[in-house]
């Protein structure tokens, strides 16, 4: 929620951005097949990803839409995240 203080500026709100989209690129093959159970993570960090990176140029337009929606976005992969972070190792 950093981007909502603008602590470290533009240059560390895009190495967010390329951050999200690299770990959910990353993670893709490691998401549980389509009618599996626990499927729901990895949609949520897809769905968080691309709310994020339409946000970034709505907020150059209309800043509270954008800023809104990053944060919509930044918590859908920080949800994301801790429900497929593994508690075990797969059998």
Do not use: N
């Amino acid at each position: 929620m950093l981007i909502l203080l603008r602590l470290f500026g533009t240059v560390a709100d895009v190495i967010g951005l390329v951050a999200i989209l690299a770990g959910t690129v990353l993670s893709a093959p490691y998401a549980p097949e389509r009618a599996a159970p626990g499927r729901g993570w990895w949609s949520m960090l897809a769905a968080g990803a691309v709310i994020s990176i339409i946000a970034a140029p709505l907020a150059l337009v209309a800043e509270t839409a954008g800023g809104l929606l990053a944060v919509a976005g930044g918590v859908l992969v920080a949800v994301a995240v801790a429900l497929g972070f593994p508690l075990r190792a797969r059998p």
